[in-house]
T-cell receptor, first 113, second 116 residues
Framework: AQSVTQLDSHVSVSEGTPVLLRCNYS??????LFWYVQHPNKGLQLLLK??????LVKGINGFEAEFKKSETSFHLTKPSAHMSDAAEYFC???????????FGTGTRLKVLA | DSGVTQTPKHLITATGQRVTLRCSPR?????VYWYQQSLDQGLQFLIQ???????AKGNILERFSAQQFPDLHSELNLSSLELGDSALYFC???????????????FGEGSRLTVL
């Protein structure tokens, strides 16, 4: 069965410092993995996705994530945080060949000036 | 702009009432998903339709129902509303080739329901 664990419910970083949001997944098949961002009172926007191509995936706004099958992880990183990155981030897994999307519980990122 | 349109954006109503939320998926997307997001429950999957047929059910209450019409727009009906139904309701669409997942979900901006 599919599952997603976001290891931190809240993360605080200073502006200009690196961001790391952690995500572990469980999947029976070949997974597709996604990161979404949600700003307050907004819909969810796709940051990046992994669908069995390159394991290092680059997304929008300088974010990237690395698919590590041996560790069943898909952590989201950004070299330098910006104030506008403050938002909630969701890790999502979907087994390729199914129609189910499993969402993590979200990580709220706070960026300190 | 994701291409997914939800109406209304905001809705205030009273307990016991019934409301309908509408979603137009991206052009070409055959599948529609409904989610409920509240502070205490987080993001909860409600129901999914594919090309007019119900495909999967999540944590959807019996007081709630949905359908997808021939033009692929979808409606979520919420009845006998309770205070706890106050939430942000999202619709998402996806292109499912042959009914199987091929990629990401595209989300609308949501409908915020307030039950007083």
């Amino acid at each position: 069965a599919q599952s997603v664990t976001q290891l931190d419910s809240h993360v605080s970083v200073s502006e200009g410092t690196p961001v790391l949001l952690r995500c572990n997944y469980s999947s029976s098949y070949s997974p597709s993995l996604f990161w979404y961002v949600q700003h307050p009172n907004k819909g969810l926007q796709l940051l990046l996705k992994y669908t069995s191509a390159a394991t290092l995936v680059k997304g929008i706004n300088g974010f990237e994530a690395e698919f590590k099958k041996s560790e069943t992880s898909f952590h989201l990183t950004k070299p330098s945080a910006h104030m506008s990155d403050a938002a909630e981030y969701f890790c999502v897994v979907s087994d390729q060949g199914t129609y189910k999307y499993i969402f993590g519980t979200g990580t709220r990122l706070k960026v300190l000036a | 702009d994701s291409g997914v349109t939800q109406t209304p954006k905001h809705l205030i109503t009273a307990t016991g009432q019934r409301v309908t939320l509408r979603c137009s998926p991206r052009s070409g997307d055959l599948s529609v998903y409904w989610y409920q997001q509240s502070l205490d429950q987080g993001l909860q999957f409600l129901i999914q339709y594919y090309n007019g047929e119900e495909r999967a059910k999540g944590n959807i209450l019996e007081r709630f129902s949905a359908q997808q019409f021939p033009d692929l727009h979808s409606e979520l009906n919420l009845s006998s509303l309770e205070l706890g139904d106050s939430a942000l309701y999202f619709c998402a669409s996806s292109f499912l080739a042959g009914g199987l997942s091929t990629g990401e979900l595209f989300f609308g901006e949501g409908s915020r329901l307030t039950v007083l």
